[in-house]
């Protein structure tokens, strides 16, 4: 696979691979550590980098500086369908609005479907709308509310992208939003 994806404004998008660990590591640890409210060890990220590699794409800039970065992982889920994971997703704020982190998202997607993942999971902090837009224009339905999940004590939802038909659709006649809804919340996804 051609890992260099040339697109306009001179990034390129590369897929992971461990040759690219001492150029970039230290960066995506920087940019990760500065966006999302868990603090991790260089070891969560070594055993994401490690095992899927192949599941993770970085951004970069003419100079190759890290601009974004998506790390994923996929294996079977509780002994039932192969789920994929978005473990990180982070894109340098002054790029941000660009698509990068919708291509990125998506370049990984695409990767997972690949290797025959079902379904694909995530968890976002409440409080991040730009987040929660982007996924849910991607087709992810809000599946749980995960109640001070965080480290930082904020709120997240679980929130998984259905990849194959029966494979953790509801039952016919239930939307998924009715508890929500009960609380006042709504769960749909925006209609386009």
């Known amino acids: 696979m051609d890992d260099m994806k040339h697109e306009s404004g001179g990034l390129r998008y590369i897929q992971y691979d461990s040759e690219k660990e001492s150029q970039y590591l230290s960066s995506i640890r920087q ?25 993770c794409y970085l951004t970069v800039d003419p100079s190759d500086n890290l601009v974004g970065v998506v790390v994923c992982k996929l294996e079977p889920h509780r002994g039932g369908p192969l789920r994929g994971y978005i473990a990180m997703l982070a894109v340098r704020e002054e790029h941000r609005g660009k698509g990068i982190a ?5 370049m990984a997607i695409d990767a997972m479907i690949e290797r025959n993942a079902q379904e694909i999971a995530l968890e976002t902090e409440i409080t991040n709308t730009a987040a929660m837009k982007l996924y849910e224009r991607l087709g992810f339905l809000r599946s749980k509310r995960l109640h ?32 929500d809804q009960q609380n006042g919340e709504s769960t749909a996804p925006p209609s386009t």
């Open 31 to 55: 940019l990760i550590s500065k966006d999302l409210s868990e603090p991790y060890s260089i070891y969560v990220y070594r055993y994401f980098l490690y095992q899927w590699g192949e599941l």
């Open 102 to 106: 919708t291509k990125l998202v998506r």
């Open 148 to 179: 001070r999940y965080y480290l930082n004590g904020n709120t997240a939802f679980r929130l998984v992208l259905f990849l194959r038909e029966g494979v953790g659709y509801p039952m016919p006649g239930y939307s998924g939003h009715e508890h």
